[in-house]
């Protein structure tokens, strides 16, 4: 970070502060004069000792980066512009950290060191691999499958991640099918190994790993002892704590129709909101639009929704959540996200309808086009 950035308010003397001394008599004018020197050093320590004693207001400061391909936008709240920068310096480098643990297509990384070393036998894994992978697991089983991270063969064929220019042989992607079961990723979480029990499985966590980088970034701007921040990585955001004078923080979720609206805001303290939309990746091939999130029982795009929003604790388990909404549809969605504890969201149908869960209702606040 440039740090000329961060710019203090400067204390000014005003004009108001002389005080003209001509119609005194001039033995007061004289002494006055001769003790002018004194004042004045007297006023400059009581300045100065009163300045040392009290910080600066608190402040919204903020930076932005592209990584784990998105925008990511960190504001943090703080009175300290050195300690600002090192939060969100630490909160960057933590992000980047995850990028190179979880990314599915770059060589080196844990995702693809699973697929090569995992197939047919344990193989150690990070903890927070284990801990990643255990809650995706939990979200497949809830699902029965619509939420799948053994998908990996399968979204190999799409390459989302790269400029898409057509979509993939759809007997390619019936083959790679057969390897798409969760219930063939033998994870222990005692031992801390994953096995790949089908030859050629593949992992892919894009639907899980910005969340938890979401989360890692937030637990850095803590520990340098902020008390307040938001974490936004292209709709996978968590805020704490609270705005400088007390407010909220305001979070807009995006129209799934115009990139460049929100459908409706909400205000929300400690929590994770994480959406996902058939807006961010895709392509349209003759007409029709293919988009990134895949029912991993076709292979091909889901087609229930435009939009998912899931708000929970945790930004790992909301992004998990959005993903798994999505695939599973409004009906389905909207049952499990009510069936789940500390759970709200709103899902957007491909039709458009909306749909709030119970503890969402009279917190979100719509759009007028969209309350009519
Ligand atoms: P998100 O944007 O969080 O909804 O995640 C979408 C990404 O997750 C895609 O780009 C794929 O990498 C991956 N993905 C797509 N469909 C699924 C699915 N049904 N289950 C798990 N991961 C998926
Ligand atoms: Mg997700």
Redesign the pocket.
């Given at each position: 970070m440039q740090k000329g950035r961060f710019c203090q308010p400067q204390n000014t003397l005003s004009k108001e502060n002389f005080r003209h001394t001509h119609n005194l008599p001039v033995f007061i004018r004289n002494l006055l004069m001769s003790q002018i020197p004194v004042l004045l050093l007297g006023i400059f320590c009581l300045l100065t000792s009163s300045c040392k004693g009290s910080r600066p207001e608190p402040k919204i400061y903020q930076r932005t980066q592209f990584l784990l391909g998105t925008l990511v936008e960190i504001k943090v709240v703080s009175n300290d512009p050195a300690e600002a920068d090192r939060a969100i310096g630490n909160a960057f480098s933590r992000i980047r950290q995850i990028e190179d643990l979880m990314s599915?297509r770059r060589p080196g990384t844990w995702i693809e060191r699973i697929s090569r070393e995992a197939a047919g036998r344990p193989l150690v894994i990070p903890q927070e691999m284990v801990k990643i992978i255990g809650l995706c697991q939990k979200y497949s089983r809830l699902t029965d499958g619509?939420?799948?991270?053994s998908?990996g063969a399968i979204?190999r064929l799409w390459q989302?991640?790269r400029p898409m220019e057509t979509i993939p042989d759809a007997r390619a992607v019936e083959d790679a099918l057969r390897l798409v079961d969760f219930n063939k990723i033998r994870l222990d979480s005692q031992n801390g190994t994953i096995e790949l029990v089908l030859m050629g499985m593949s992992l892919?966590l894009?639907?899980?790993a910005?969340g938890y980088a979401v989360d890692e970034a937030v637990e850095e701007i803590k520990g340098e002892g902020i008390k307040a921040g938001l974490v936004n990585a292209g709709g996978?955001l968590k805020s704490f704590g609270r705005k400088p004078g007390g407010e909220s923080w305001n979070i807009g979720i995006q129209d799934p129709d115009h990139s460049e609206r929100i459908i409706g805001s909400i205000r929300l303290d400690d929590i994770a909101l994480?959406t996902?939309g058939d807006y961010?990746?895709y392509i349209i091939h003759e007409g029709i639009k293919y988009h990134?999130?895949?029912?991993?029982k076709t292979g091909w795009p889901?087609r229930g929704c435009k939009s998912v929003s899931a708000a929970c604790a945790e930004a790992l388990e909301a992004?998990i959540l959005?993903?798994?909404l999505?695939?599973l549809g409004p009906e389905k969605g909207m049952a499990l996200l009510e069936d789940l504890p500390g759970a709200e969201g709103m899902i957007i149908d491909a039709s458009g309808k909306m749909f709030i869960s119970s503890g969402w209702k009279g917190a979100l606040r719509l759009e007028e086009r969209r309350m009519k």
């Open positions: 599915a619509a939420f799948d991270i998908i979204t989302f991640d892919d894009g639907a899980a910005k996978d994480v996902s961010e990746r990134h999130i895949l029912d991993p889901a992004d959005s993903t798994a999505f695939v």
